[in-house]
């Protein structure tokens, strides 16, 4: 481990979208990284598919009246890569500042909640995908794969990140913590399901710094009163998108470095002491020392989910001579299924 001090300034964006302008939440997250870069941040992160905006609509909508936001939405999703990336890599690129965005991820004809991690030169360092959307969300968005289960390199650290309820997918956050991420960044939707949601994620958040020994940078969406009547005129139903907002950075011993923020817009700052990792780590490193591999471990299927594979590259040609042709000859069949998962033990 590194012993030199390092002091990283992150920031935790709480922000509501635009629902009316197609660029108008792309106008949001470039100012928002102009404020973050004025205050000294070298990483910011934002909440969960935040461009264009999270499919509130899926949550207090019947499938059946889902039709014309859904289309909206895809109509509005972005491309990867394509102009919002290169806007927002401009903009990581012009403050040396590492982003981690949330979007809508429009792939042909399916959508995706995508999380995209920015280095700081403006190079596009991860692209991965929600592997399992949660309850109403697959009404809107396809699976991701554990092509995605990634933690990079960036100018801040190592950087790793899950959306959601991912959170409460353990083996999911084993395959980070197994590739010592030291700064995790993580995505919710806010203004959803109520107060108990902020609460659950402070427990959430918290649990994972102290187990995976690193801080976790935390960000939720904001929506305003006219935005949630939008979504819904009933008031029964509104009241299902308030709260749910908890935007925080954690240190590894899973302490908050500053003020959640709950309510209204704004930023979290804080100076993360890289340190604070190799003192938590000393005492307890899950997936080191604190680790039993020969016991448990996890295997993992890293290959990008395809729903087509050249049959070259699934069953190769045999050669045989004419004189085997009418032999069993077990060194001539064909080799195993190439298409197999590949499993990677990522436990120690």
């Known amino acids: ?176 913590m197994a590739q010592h991420e030291e700064i995790h960044c993580a995505q919710f939707p806010g203004s959803l399901v109520g107060p108990v949601f902020a609460e659950q994620m402070e427990v959430t958040i918290r649990h994972h710094a102290l187990e995976s020994g690193c801080f976790v940078v935390n960000a939720t969406g904001w929506l305003s009163d006219e935005q949630i009547r939008s979504v819904t005129p009933d008031a029964n139903l509104q009241k299902a998108l308030r709260g749910g907002c908890h935007t925080a950075i954690v240190s590894p011993e899973g302490k908050h470095l500053a003020p959640p923020l709950t309510e209204g817009e704004g930023m979290v700052v804080a100076d993360l002491d890289m340190a604070l990792i190799a003192k938590r780590k000393r005492m307890m490193d899950s997936v080191g020392h604190y680790a039993r591999p020969e016991l448990l471990s996890l295997a993992i299927n890293d290959r990008p989910a395809q729903t087509t594979m050249p049959m070259h590259l699934t069953q190769p040609l045999v050669q045989r001579s004419p004189d085997h042709d009418h032999h069993h000859d077990p060194a001539g069949e064909p080799a195993a299924d190439d298409r197999a998962p590949v499993l990677r033990v990522a436990a120690g």
């Open 1 to 176: 481990m590194n012993s030199s001090p390092r002091i990283v300034r992150a920031a935790a964006i709480q922000i509501a979208p635009d629902f009316e302008r197609p660029d108008g939440t792309l106008e949001r997250v470039c100012g928002a990284i102009d404020e973050a870069a004025a205050k000294g941040a070298q990483l910011a992160v934002f909440p969960e598919t935040f461009v264009p905006y999270y499919p509130y609509f899926s949550f207090v909508l019947p499938p059946v009246l889902q039709g014309a936001p859904h289309l909206r939405l895809a109509e509005r999703a972005v491309v990867v890569p394509g102009p919002v990336t290169q806007a927002v890599a401009e903009r990581a690129r012009h403050h040396g500042m590492v982003v981690v965005l949330g979007v809508n991820e429009r792939d042909h004809g399916s959508l995706y909640n995508t999380q995209l991690v920015f280095d700081a030169d403006g190079t596009l360092a991860l692209k991965r995908r929600k592997i399992t959307p949660t309850y109403h969300e697959r009404m809107v968005w396809g699976q991701g794969d554990g092509a995605g289960l990634k933690v990079v390199d960036t100018a801040v650290g190592r950087v790793g990140a899950l959306a959601c309820w991912e959170h409460y997918n353990p083996l999911a956050r084993y395959a980070l």
